[in-house]
């Protein structure tokens, strides 16, 4: 097992791209703290002893969706007692003059019209002018082009004008069919995911892809999952961070419980040393929790994401984390792990640094 360590040792020494087999002997490793040593050493190449946050706010305009994927514990129907819309009055009423973003998602809602869409951003940018809307996943840009018949590139466009500045890297679930059909068979697959990144990166609209893992995937899979990504990186150079998504179990049974902090741990470093072509790497607190992603700050992670202010979707599966954390928190658990906290925007553009032992203050600082 220490053959496989010390060969990607040399492999970075020399600059060398790691390979499907390499990736998959990392994961039947054992050497969590050697492993994650070595992705440590990519990261501080990289990023030195620096860790991003952003102060953010995660908006779930409805959770009705026409589609009922199994592993979903979020999407309910019209009618139903959790079911719930927001105006876009409601949407403002979520955002803030201190935030950078906001992370826009939902259900695939059935009866929403294409003008309250771009009405939702319209508003958005014209009261906040300094908050950058990132925004719907692969998925609903592909419902939109459907339900509105429009193409990917007009949604995307449409979306540009009134203020869309990324996309979030979510739907992309883990590219494997087999998965897809068993869990998620009327979603998109990578094929379609993958485009419509593609389209975006053309029309200059920086994206970021997730892998949900911790379910029925194998390492096989998340491996090629990795990939994928990372081939379409090295054509278009438009994605800014990759984000391992654990697997919240919840209420739909389709395992018993969350994937471990070795599994966490393992993830993330794979991922910085696989994917060579990312910029950032993101260890996600709400689904992997504070502690372990502080730790993934040692394993190759540069990103703990940000203060969320009302996390939805983890939490309808009983997501053991809080909904929201303060900047003071985010700070100080950055701090903790030995790094330099930045707050960064949506685009991973530098808003502070904030040195050593200088207390931080802040709106957002309850
Ligand atoms: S995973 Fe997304 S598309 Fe599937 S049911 Fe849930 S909200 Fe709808």
């Known amino acids: 097992m220490a053959a496989i360590l010390d060969r990607v040792a ?61 592993f979903c514990d979020f999407a309910t129907k019209r009618g139903r007692p959790n079911a719930y819309e927001m105006t876009i009055h409601e949407v403002l009423q979520r955002c803030s003059p201190e935030l950078r973003e906001v992370h826009i998602v939902g259900g695939l809602h059935p009866d929403w019209t294409w003008d309250y869409y771009l009405e939702m951003f319209r508003a958005i940018h014209s009261q906040f002018p300094q908050i950058q809307i990132k925004a719907w996943t692969a998925v609903e840009i592909d419902f939109f082009s459907k339900k509105f018949r429009l193409s990917i590139e007009e949604v995307l466009r449409q979306f540009q004008a009134v203020g869309l500045a990324a996309l979030p890297g979510g739907g992309a679930e883990v590219f494997s069919e087999r998965v897809r059909k068993a869990l998620f068979p009327f979603k998109i697959g990578a094929p379609r995911w993958l485009e419509i990144h593609k389209i975006a990166h053309r029309m200059g609209i920086p994206t970021n892809a997730t892998l949900l893992y911790g379910h029925m995937e194998t390492y096989e899979e998340r491996v090629d999952h990795m990939l994928k990504l990372r081939i379409l990186q090295d054509e278009t150079h438009g994605f800014m961070s990759f984000i391992p998504l654990a697997y919240q179990p919840g209420k739909t049974k389709v395992v018993t419980r969350q994937a471990s902090a070795i599994e966490d741990l393992k993830t993330i470093a794979i991922a910085r040393l696989l994917l060579d072509n990312f910029p950032h790497i993101k260890a996600y607190w709400v689904t992997m929790g504070e502690e372990i992603a502080s730790v993934a700050l040692h394993c190759g992670a540069d990103d703990i994401d940000g203060t969320i202010g009302e996390e939805r979707i983890m939490h309808a599966a009983d997501a053991a984390s809080p909904v929201s954390l303060t900047r003071d928190r985010l700070v100080e658990l950055i701090r903790e792990a030995g790094c330099t906290p930045v707050e960064r925007d949506a685009l991973y553009r530098t808003v502070h640094v904030y040195n050593d032992h200088v207390p931080c203050e802040s709106p957002v600082s309850q």
């Open 10 to 70: 040399q492999k970075l020494s020399q600059q060398e791209r790691l390979t499907r087999d390499d990736a998959l002997e990392l994961f039947a490793s054992r050497d969590v703290i050697r492993l994650g040593r070595l992705a440590d050493q990519v990261k501080r190449a990289r990023w030195s002893n620096q860790a991003h946050f952003v102060i953010n706010r995660q908006i779930n305009p409805s959770n009705i969706c026409v589609l009922s994927c199994r």
